[in-house]
């Protein structure tokens, strides 16, 4: 017998994300203020920079917790950078709730604080990913923070005629693009 649901008692035993990943791109992690838990995430990107190679997380939380952070683990493992639609809360929480089953209200914060600790993963990233701003230099794409002058210098070295082409090369409008922004 246990204690939680079956879906999240599968997910517990079966745990597939958990643990560090050596030489991570970017952490993130968050807790909750009403148990005390808290959850950590972390993603390596592949060669490409483009994509997530692979995701892990670490948490003390109950077994809410630890489901929701192995299915955000496994969801995101292989995606691209730009498919992820900054991260909208609500499609986030549908896809740990589809995987798993309804939270009762009681424990939606423990997928809250997962979902924080992943937006905070992705903060970590897109921080590093910068380009330094130096001078005069137009900080042409915030999300992947590509200059103008990389831009324009990808144009003209490979004939690039179109967005996506651009978006291909160096992400620049991958992001907030396709996500409608």
């Given amino acids: 017998m246990s204690f939680y649901p079956a879906t999240i008692h599968q997910r517990l035993k079966q745990r597939q994300n958990a643990g560090a990943i050596e030489n ?3 952490c993130g992690r968050s807790a909750s203020f009403l148990c005390g ?5 972390s993603v390596r990107l592949g060669e490409d920079g483009k994509t997530i190679e692979s995701a892990s997380f670490n948490s003390n939380g109950c077994g809410y917790m630890i489901a929701a952070a ?15 639609h900054s991260l909208d809360h609500d499609e ?48 042409v794409c ?13 144009i003209s070295e490979r004939s690039l005629k179109t967005t996506d082409e651009v978006a291909a090369i160096c992400n ?10």
């Fill in 24 to 26: 991570a791109s970017a």
């Fill in 37 to 41: 838990c808290s959850v950590g995430f």
């Fill in 70 to 84: 192995d299915v955000l683990a496994g969801t995101i493992t292989g995606t691209r950078l730009s498919d992820l």
């Fill in 92 to 139: 986030v929480f549908g896809v740990v709730e589809n995987a798993l089953e309804p939270f009762p209200t009681e424990r939606r914060q423990c997928a809250d604080v997962c979902i924080e600790a992943l937006r905070a993963t992705f903060a970590d990233l897109r921080a590093t990913q910068i380009e330094e701003f130096a001078g005069e230099k137009a900080l």
């Fill in 142 to 154: 915030t999300c992947f923070g590509v200059l103008e002058e990389t831009i324009a210098s990808h």
């Fill in 172 to 181: 620049a409008g991958d992001g907030c693009a396709r996500a409608g922004c």
